[in-house]
């Protein structure tokens, strides 16, 4: 992670400091860095996808002027989750619903944040989570604001949830930048490929599907709803449909991978091998079919 960040602190001109856990402590907050001056600040879940409004939502914090605004998006089965109520009309935050089974509100925490850095001094040098501990004492207070989420939202953190999240930003990258993705006769829907990759002849990709660097797909070969990630080699007349295929991984002639299979890096699968819904380990070879979902190790 701290080798793939460097490539855009150096793009962007930025500085990112890491902070490593040695164990679990919930949510942290580097309060050196965080409470230097009185600036808002920004806290993400990395697990979720959606279109990222920073600007508004700081404009929307700084309007309201109170410690802790909470980006909320609206589900349709709100029992599922934990939702966000308010005060009336307003943006006002007044309590937190674990699973309602009477309906309270529809919408629900999207795990984008902006805190003023009053908020720091909320939070003691133990394992604390910002959600359960310390968001129910702002909302009683008043401190703590819900803005809408405008445009698609979704959770990633399973590799179902990542696929689908993978359609719903593709959708927008058509909707919003379509000379992005790419195009010519063996693209079906919306594609997204690296530059560096190498198509075959006779291939037939999309929809829904993201190609990385230096990738190289043989010849005949069908790829649908899925992610294939850094210098993978995709053999002649592959199928791979709903799955993610890891770094460096290679996949054989004639084999179809679907079912949300999820390879690690380095695996390699040989030719003419069905894998359905199967979970292979980094650095292994699959030579069998595997019909039923299975974990490899």
């Not at 930048?177 to 079906?188: C, D, Q, R, W």
Request: hydrophobic share 40%; proline share 6%.
């Amino acid at each position: 992670m701290a080798d793939f960040i460097a490539k855009y602190e150096k793009e962007l001109g930025v500085n990112i400091t890491f902070s490593v856990e040695t164990e679990p402590l919930g949510t942290a907050l580097a309060s050196e860095i965080l409470g230097k001056d009185d600036s808002p600040f920004f806290v993400l879940n990395s697990d979720v996808i959606c279109d990222f409004p920073f600007e508004s939502m700081l404009k929307f914090h700084k309007d309201h002027g109170s410690e802790g605004t909470i980006m909320v998006t609206r589900v349709d089965e709100p029992s599922k989750y934990g939702v966000v109520v308010c005060k009336g009309d307003t943006s006002t935050i007044e309590r937190f619903v674990e699973k309602p089974q009477v309906f309270v509100s529809n919408k629900i925490n999207a795990g984008l944040y902006v805190f003023s850095p009053d908020i720091l001094k909320r939070i003691k040098p133990v394992p604390t989570s910002i959600e359960k501990d310390i968001f129910p004492v702002m909302a009683s207070e008043s401190k703590l604001h819900a803005m809408e989420l405008p445009g698609f939202w979704m959770d990633v953190g399973q590799p179902r949830d990542f696929l689908t999240g993978t359609c719903l930003y593709l959708t927008s990258l058509n909707k919003k930048s379509p000379s992005t993705l790419a195009n010519g006769a063996a693209i079906k829907g919306n594609v997204l490929i690296d530059p560096s990759a190498k198509i075959g002849e006779n291939c037939c990709i999309g929809p829904n599907v993201v190609i990385g660097p230096n990738v190289v797909i043989g010849d005949g070969v069908r790829i649908r709803r899925s992610v294939i990630l850094d210098q993978v080699q995709i053999k002649d007349h592959a199928w791979i449909m709903s799955s993610i295929i890891g770094w460096r991984s290679t996949i054989g002639k004639w084999s179809r991978v679907e079912g949300v299979s999820v390879l690690g890096d380095d695996v390699h699968v040989s030719d003419e091998v069905y894998l359905n819904g199967a979970t292979v380990l980094p650095h292994k070879s699959v030579s069998v079919n595997v019909p039923d979902p299975k974990i490899i190790m």
